[in-house]
């Protein structure tokens, strides 16, 4: 690879601006012409005639208010004002197929500039010293090796003993000391001059179908259990949808709470709202309050009303996440007209409009906008009142809109590799699949449980948020292969400050860590929380009633983790981890120098309490998944300084294990 690239090098500047009238074109201009003199300059020191020279020339660009960048290749030729949208043509092409879309009235940024000077690729010859061609004496023999529909009696070729010109037909095996290659049948290799082997795909075809949606559910379930390896396969491959689904809310994102704390979650459902998979690395929270966002949205737009392009939205913190910060946008999957599924995104938005003083509020019409269960597009036509109405409603519209089309393109493309995932593999229906997944979840929850003795196993354990003490006590009913999870005497919801818990919320926070004590290794989905049940008095903290104030909400349910291993460690004293101190996020928002209003967060995590086994991990977001906040990137987009970041040492307690360390930040504005 070293030998065979071009001689080549890669030049970049950060600069630019918003694209529009006011666009310096004329530092742009500048700037490129610099670079390409360099590279020139750096290609004739290293002997490569000029006339070989070819120059490449692109740009950094995002959407206003992004993290991240995308480059797009930038015309020929002097760049002015005249070519603007020449500029935003090529940087929609790039991101439409990257992010499946640019939204309507988004402005546009370079970030940089980048040239590429490349010389002429070499000519390497290669010549050949040994025996000609003779495909016979490289066959060392032959096995059964298994390709659809059964086994096959497999020629096995020794690559070394190829020779430029062989021809091999599949199926075929060829192996040497560092790869195996596979030639399925309907395929043919050939050997290059370059002893490459090119193989060309004869198949190509959709899978057949293996599942068809009017295929009886048992024989459905039986044939896809018959191909074990082919199982575990297709559940990985529903992870990697979702995966990349959180990889372009990442990318795509306005607000560092989403795009860098990572404060939101993925989700790929079945066609009754019941989850299949979720990210690894979505917010833990989220994992059991979406799919309940999608069980609400179903209640009011019935599967068999919705059509395709239809997009479902709501932030009701009772059928949702537990406030209003977190937006739940749902997208039902049609394959063949038939609807098969859903994928969802849920994210803490950076404003939800209402009071900053949460502190204060004594009811849910003063936290801010209220999203009940709606639908955002119907048929691929946006609802522009819904838009326009959160727009006025909330003080960055342009970051908070721009996270909503990021949860949108993320919906989009699960839609798009899950349709693509079902013909591979000859899905019609994921009934079936869906059976599968969430009844071998649910019996390896259930066998972990039985694990444990049943009985009764109580704990307590206290805050103090507004200057008065209150207590939180929590039984454990463990009996047989089912869990109760009951909280006795909880503490009536509190007349303000926002503190309490929906039902929702409460039982997605002693749910997970049941998850990761009982069955860390088995992926999550629905079948893991069909063995519990969480009950609390209505009216409490905990199972609080509307309209009361929520936005803190967190600020009592972080409790209940700690309170689960404080009464859990007698019976399971390897899997529970001692108290960890709880994250905190500071919220700066206001209106910028530019003139531009800013709104981020950020978020700091505390020591994790240490287990048996191990230490606890220093400045970790415990009980989310969330992740500190980058310094660089808030003191980019906040007129803001942060003065101090440090552990604190000794602050994770003595002992065999240490907790993991907390931390100090200390911040200063820079504008009053």
């Known amino acids: ?52 020279v070819r120059i490449e020339r692109a740009a950094e660009m995002r959407l206003l208010g992004q993290v991240h960048e995308i480059v797009v290749a930038l015309p020929a030729g002097r760049l002015g004002p005249e070519r603007v949208q020449e500029l935003r043509d090529a940087f929609t092409a790039t991101y439409a197929r990257l992010y499946t879309h640019v939204y309507k009235g988004a402005e546009i940024q370079i970030t940089g500039w980048k040239v590429r000077a490349i010389g002429r690729e070499p000519a390497l010859p290669l010549r050949m010293v040994g025996q000609p061609s003779n495909v016979a004496a490289a066959q060392k023999g032959t096995r059964p090796a298994w390709f659809e529909g059964g086994f096959r009696d497999t020629p096995v070729f020794d690559r070394y003993a190829l020779r430029p010109g062989d021809a091999i037909s599949g199926p075929a095996i060829v192996e040497e000391r560092e790869a195996t290659t596979i030639v399925p049948p ?22 057949a179908p293996r599942v068809t949606h009017d295929l009886p559910l048992a024989e459905a379930v039986r044939r896809i259990e018959a191909d074990p390896v082919g199982l575990e396969i297709m559940w990985a491959r529903l992870v990697t949808v979702v995966e ?36 690894p690395r979505a917010m833990p929270v989220f994992n059991l309050t979406l799919p309940r966002a999608v069980k609400a949205l179903l209640a009011k737009y019935p599967p068999d009303t919705l059509k395709p392009g239809d997009v479902l939205i709501t932030n009701d913190p009772w059928l949702c996440a537990g406030h209003l910060f977190d937006v739940a946008v749902v997208t039902p999957v049609f394959k063949d007209g038939r609807l098969v599924g859903h994928v969802g995104t849920v994210g803490h938005v950076s404003d939800i409009g209402g009071t900053k003083d949460s502190l204060r509020a004594r009811e849910i019409f003063e936290e801010g906008v209220q999203i009940p269960p709606m639908k955002l597009y119907r048929a691929g036509v946006p609802s522009e009142d819904i838009f326009t109405l959160l727009a006025e409603n909330v003080r960055n519209p342009h970051q908070v809109l721009g996270d909503l089309h990021a949860l949108l393109s993320a919906n989009t493309i699960g839609s798009e590799r899950l349709l693509a995932f079902m013909a591979e593999y000859g899905l019609e229906d994921l009934a079936a699949l869906a059976h599968i997944v969430q009844d071998r979840a649910e019996k390896a929850m259930r066998q972990a449980i039985a694990a444990i003795p049943d009985g009764v196993y109580r704990g307590e354990i206290w805050n103090n948020p507004l200057g008065q003490k209150l207590r939180y006590k929590i039984e454990i009913a463990v009996a047989g292969d089912s869990i109760t999870v009951d909280f006795p005497d909880a503490p009536p919801q509190q007349p303000h400050g926002g503190l309490n818990s929906t039902l929702n919320y409460t039982a997605a926070h002693t749910t997970y860590p049941l ?24 009216g409490s903290i905990l199972n609080c009633t509307r309209p009361v104030a929520v936005n803190m909400r967190t600020r009592t349910g972080w409790y209940i983790a700690p309170n689960l291993f404080q009464a859990l460690a007698p019976a399971a004293i390897g899997s529970v981890q001692a108290f960890t101190g709880l994250p905190t996020s500071v919220t700066f928002y206001g209106k910028g120098g530019d003139g531009r209003y800013y709104s981020d967060h950020l978020f700091m995590g505390g020591g994790q309490g240490a287990g048996r086994d191990q230490d606890g991990k220093s400045s970790l977001l415990w009980p989310t998944s969330a992740a500190n906040t980058s310094i660089e990137l808030f003191e980019a987009r906040c007129p803001a300084l942060v003065e101090e970041k440090a552990l604190v040492a000794d602050s994770g307690g003595p002992g065999a294990r240490r907790g993991g360390l907390g931390q100090v930040v200390r911040v200063r504005k820079l504008e009053p």
């Open 244 to 279: 990349e689904m959180w990889l372009t809310v990442c990318r795509t994102a306005f607000s560092l709470i989403i795009s860098e704390a990572q404060d939101f979650a993925c989700e790929l459902l079945d066609r009754e709202g019941n989850p299949l998979s979720h990210s």
């Open 515 to 538: 998850k990761c004590m009982l069955t860390p290794n088995v992926r999550g989905n629905a079948g893991c929380y069909r063995p519990f049940a969480v009950t609390a008095p209505e």
């Open 1 to 52: 690879g070293f030998l065979a690239a071009p001689p080549g090098v890669d030049l970049s500047r950060s600069a630019g601006g918003v694209l529009g009238a006011g666009f310096d074109f004329d530092a742009g201009n500048r700037l490129l012409a610099e670079l390409e003199a360099e590279g020139r300059a750096r290609l004739a020191a290293a002997d490569v005639p000029a006339e070989e």
């Open 186 to 207: 309907g395929d043919r290799l050939t050997v290059d001059e370059r002893l490459n082997l090119r193989i060309a795909i004869g198949g190509g075809a959709a899978a």
